[in-house]
Structures are given as structure tokens and as C-alpha cells.
């Protein structure tokens, strides 16, 4: 009986409660969007595991900028081309793109390949440049 007193009493706090922790879960339940690896994650794994950065982008886009070593593998040629550019599938594969949206796409197809250490770079350039890391043009 004094269990239904309180959830009475007290439903507004119950609710704000539990909508709170709901708010809190929601990033890890949905897979928190465009990659959970950052441009510092990024230039760690690219340092100490010898990392190969792949650009999903169109070779347009890549000629405007790109991350230093990247190689252009453009989204819809990733099945065809993947292997002949990364050999070495046990090596960590980091999938870039504008803003993280395709990379996401290509995590799936890469993994599809064989490449179970392929992630995505959260945010793709635009987050690498934000952070202030270097960018060549073809």
C-alpha cells in the first residue's frame, strides 16, 4: 500500500526521472550516429597500428581536400576496389567522408569484405579540420 502513497504522491518526479535516464541510454541505443571513433582516436590508431585512412568520397571531392595519406576508394567502388587498395585486411581500416554519413555505409560494406577492424571516423573531414589536423589537396 505505501508503494502506491509514493508512486502517487510522487509521479511527476517518477516521470522526470525515468525520461531523464531515457534521454541519457538514447546515444548508446541508436549507435550514436556517423562513428564513435574521433580525429584523435583517428591519429592514434593511425600512429601506433599503422591505421590506413580510406576516403568514401567522389575523386572531385577528394581533390578539394583530404586527410594526409588517405587513399580515394569513392562509396559506390568500395566492393570492386577495396581489396586491390588495402591488401592487409587485419590492419585497422579508418572509412572518412565529408561528415561521416557514407563512412558509416562503408564500415558495413568493408567489415562485408573482411576488414573486421574498419570504423569510421566521427564527423569525416569536417571533424578533422575542426580539430586542426592537416589536410592535402591532390
Given at each position: ?61 577528394f ?20 581489396a ?37 571516423v ?17
Open positions: 500500500m505505501k508503494l502506491i502513497e509514493f508512486v502517487t504522491a510522487n509521479w511527476m518526479l517518477i516521470l522526470m526521472a525515468l525520461t531523464s535516464g531515457g534521454m541519457l541510454a538514447w546515444p548508446m541505443l541508436r549507435g550514436a550516429g556517423g562513428g564513435t571513433l574521433t580525429a584523435q582516436g583517428a591519429v592514434q590508431l593511425i600512429n601506433r597500428e599503422r591505421a590506413v585512412l580510406v576516403d568514401v568520397r567522389e575523386p572531385e571531392e581533390a578539394t581536400g583530404h586527410m594526409i595519406g588517405a587513399k580515394n576508394v569513392p562509396l559506390n567502388l568500395l566492393d570492386e576496389k577495396l586491390s587498395t588495402v591488401k592487409n585486411k587485419n590492419v585497422p581500416l579508418l572509412l572518412v567522408c565529408a561528415t561521416g554519413a557514407r563512412a558509416q555505409r562503408a564500415v558495413a560494406t568493408a567489415k562485408k569484405l573482411g576488414y573486421e577492424q574498419a570504423q569510421a566521427a564527423g569525416g573531414l569536417k571533424a578533422w579540420k575542426e580539430a586542426n589536423l592537416p589536410v592535402e589537396k591532390a
